[in-house]
Structures are given as C-alpha cells and as structure tokens.
C-alpha cells in the first residue's frame, strides 16, 4: 500500500537560513498534518490543513508556514532557522479530517 | 488543554511474555480517540491501536489489547507472546472529536519497551 512521502529526507542548513519541506499524502486521503520531533522527545503538532484551508494549530512558531495545494501535497516553510529548530519533522495525512492519522517517514532537519 | 501521561519510561521484558504499558489522560472533552504509536530505532511512527471512546469494547489487533477505562481515563497497552520486533518507543495518544476537524495528536512522553531473548 502506497504510504505517505517526505521529502527531502535529510537536510542540512545554517543558521538565519530557510528550509522547505514537502509531504505527499496516501492517495485520497485530503487531510495532512505536520508534527515536530526534538531529540529524545515526544512529537509535538504543528498545524493541519482539511481540503486545504487550514484546520487546527498548535505550537508552529511565528517563523515558520505552511499550506496545502490542489493536489492535496503540503509545503512547511521554515525562516530564520535556529539552532533549536534541529529536529525531526513528520508530515501525517488521513482521509475526511478526523480519521486515523498515518505518519511518513519523516525529514531529519539539522541547523549548523 | 488535554494532556497525556505514561509513567513507566522504560519497560523490559522476556521474549514471548506479556507486557503491559499505562498510559493516563486528562480531559474534559466526553467524545475523543486514542491511540498507541509504535516507534523503532528506524524513527518511523507506525499504528498500533485505535480506540474511540465511546464504544466499551476494547480494542484487538492480533497480539495488542488495550484496556480502556473512561471514568479512569486510563488507556493501557497489553502486548502478548512479546517478539523481539516489538522492541520500540511507545507513545500513548489522544485526539479530540471536533466533528470534521483535523485536530492533532497530543502525544505522552514515551515508553522505552525492551524484550530480552
């Protein structure tokens, strides 16, 4: 079965720099969610898009967007990067909003 | 705001033994889900179970029960006949039922589960 997509994988960035993440959802699913993961640590919700207007928000900071486009695909864009923004970054889709969530594989965000 | 708690950071268990991780919850919400995520050193957060909180019956999926009390707001995990692949973070879940809403997942921190062979 055809799973969530993240790309890229792994990416690597200084600081002060921005970073773009993309996540494609299982085939007819509408629903895409982006969580954050710090080392050691549980993953925390960012945001969500439904039929992409967005949905529900949690602890995205200021610095960071994110939008879902026609295709359903979503971006997460990240400015200003900071140290701290060194994580792993989920991106989670699921079919008619509230249904189970499905996790991609994530992208491992380092910042020099 | 909802919060999720696991008081065991890690459990240690022998291969084809049972084990059972707790999992508690605070909210004021009546409708909502829960969730079990299973995560190996791979990072991948893989689905164990799914509970919806107003059906009584527990939830199975082959070896993994869970034990789902709503007055308690206690959600635990059994696994049975413990395998050496069910090595992983485990994390507790819970989402608010919002009608057509996306809402997120609040996750607990976690529970290192080791199986000894």
């Known amino acids: 079965a055809a799973g969530v997509i993240q790309s890229p994988r792994h990416l690597i960035k200084e600081k002060r720099e921005t970073a773009t993440l993309k996540c494609y959802p299982i085939p007819r699913h509408d629903t895409v969610y982006w969580y954050q993961q710090g080392p050691g640590q549980d993953p925390q919700f960012l945001i969500s898009?439904?039929?992409?207007?967005?949905?529900d928000k949690g602890s995205i900071p200021d610095r960071f967007s994110a939008q879902q486009f026609s295709d359903y695909h979503s971006e997460l864009n990240m400015s200003s990067l900071e140290l701290g923004d060194s994580a792993l970054y989920f991106c989670?889709?699921?079919?008619?909003?509230?249904?189970?969530?499905?996790f991609g594989p994530g992208t491992r965000l380092t910042v020099l | 705001a909802q919060t999720v708690t696991q008081s065991q950071p890690e459990m240690s268990v022998q291969e084809a033994e049972t084990v059972t991780l707790s999992c508690t919850y605070d909210?004021?919400?009546?409708?909502?889900?829960l969730f079990w995520y299973k995560q190996p050193p791979s990072r991948q957060m893989i689905l164990v179970i799914r509970?919806?909180?107003?059906?009584?019956q527990n939830a199975t999926e082959n070896r993994f029960s869970v034990n789902f009390q709503k007055a308690a707001k206690s959600f635990s995990l059994k696994i049975s006949d413990s395998q050496l692949g069910d090595a992983a973070m485990y994390f507790c879940?819970?989402?608010?039922?919002?009608?057509?809403?996306?809402?997120?997942?609040?996750f607990g921190k976690g529970t290192h589960l080791i199986i000894q062979p």
């Open positions: 989670a889709s699921s079919s008619q909003g509230p249904d189970t969530q499905y």
């Open positions: 909210t004021s919400e009546s409708d909502y889900y």
């Open positions: 879940a819970y989402r608010r039922y919002s009608g057509g809403g996306a809402d997120g997942l609040t």
């Open positions: 898009f439904y039929e992409k207007m967005q949905s």
């Open positions: 509970q919806e909180a107003y059906k009584q």
